[in-house]
């Protein structure tokens, strides 16, 4: 991690394509569409993120675009990632729906949520999309080392982001290196381990010592290397909470003991089973 790849606040990572990723973001993975999701958009947007993170798969574009306009905050100050979904056959065509269902121009990330039927056949897609301006920049999700591989050997632009499940409990420092090496930035989803890792015992005794909460010290693990986080809730006092990871920094030791937590052998896979 280098100065340069970080914003002068500290608070967001440069992508290779230019892009400006912040570090925080909220995820609304397994939000329902409707109310439930326009609120948690909308607190986070109210509490001062900056950057939301949605998939076709998800069934809940339309409401982001909801919070996104009735919050009144101009549209080019928040990031705005969606993901392609690989049983979709064009991802062009895929993004037009996107769009349409955000009520956007253009998203600042368009990722390929998993390599079903192989690594490299969207990715053509994904390029035409960023070449039509449907994408600010582009990248893929749950890409292994060896995907990655693949897609370089072919690509005409490589992807900027590798999203991953990524926490201490799967700190995967494999992929890691392979994404630095590819001038990739690794972006982790499900940092608390989908809420697992709320309960681990080192975690709950780091957090005596830094008058912090757990989701707090697990998010703060990640940012302060530099890796964007995406914890998904849908209650506004723990959406409030999650935003203030930026004043407080862990020492050596409780990184260092929050790293030994790691179950995938410093993995260079993205899933330890993949569902497609
Ligand atoms: P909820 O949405 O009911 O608030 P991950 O981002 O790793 O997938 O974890 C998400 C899970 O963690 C969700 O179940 C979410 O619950 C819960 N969660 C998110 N933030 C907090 C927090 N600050 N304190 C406690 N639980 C949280």
Redesign the pocket.
């Known amino acids: 991690m280098t100065a340069e790849e970080l914003t002068p606040d500290g608070r967001a990572r440069v992508l290779a394509d230019g892009g400006i990723l912040p570090l925080l973001g909220l ?1 609304v ?1 397994q ?1 329902p569409d409707g109310r439930e999701c326009v609120d ?1 958009v909308r607190w986070a947007l109210d509490a001062g993120y900056r950057h939301i993170d949605t998939a076709q798969a998800y069934g809940n574009e339309a409401s982001v675009g909801k919070a996104l306009r009735d919050s009144g905050i101009d549209r080019d100050e928040v990031f705005i990632t969606t993901k392609f979904f690989p049983r979709e056959d064009d991802p062009v065509r895929a993004i037009e729906l996107s769009l349409r269902r955000l009520g956007v121009d253009q998203v600042d990330l368009y990722l390929v949520h998993w390599p079903q039927n192989g690594p490299t056949w969207a990715w053509p897609g994904m390029e035409r999309a960023a070449a039509q301006g449907y994408a600010r920049s582009i990248g893929v999700s749950n890409f292994s080392e060896s995907d990655l591989e693949s897609v370089a050997a072919s690509a005409e632009r490589m992807p900027s982001v590798n999203q991953v499940s990524y ?1 201490p409990f799967a700190f995967r420092q494999g992929l890691q290196k392979a994404c630095q090496r590819h001038d990739i930035v690794l972006e982790a ?10 309960q681990d015992e080192t975690v709950i005794d780091i957090v005596a010592g830094a008058a912090r ?4 010290v ?1 998010l703060r693990w990640a940012v302060q290397r530099g890796i964007p ?7 506004q ?3 409030e ?2 935003l203030q990871i930026f004043d407080f920094e862990l020492s050596a030791t409780d990184l260092a003991r929050l790293d030994a937590l790691d179950r995938t052998a410093h993995t260079t896979r993205a899933l330890e089973h993949p569902w497609w």
Not at 189 to 198: A, E, F, H, M, V
Not at 213 to 216: M, S, V
């Open positions: 995820g993975w939000v948690a926490s989803y499900s940092p608390l381990g989908t809420g697992r890792l709320l909460t757990p989701a707090q697990l986080v995406i914890p998904k809730s849908v209650h006092d723990r959406i909470q999650n």
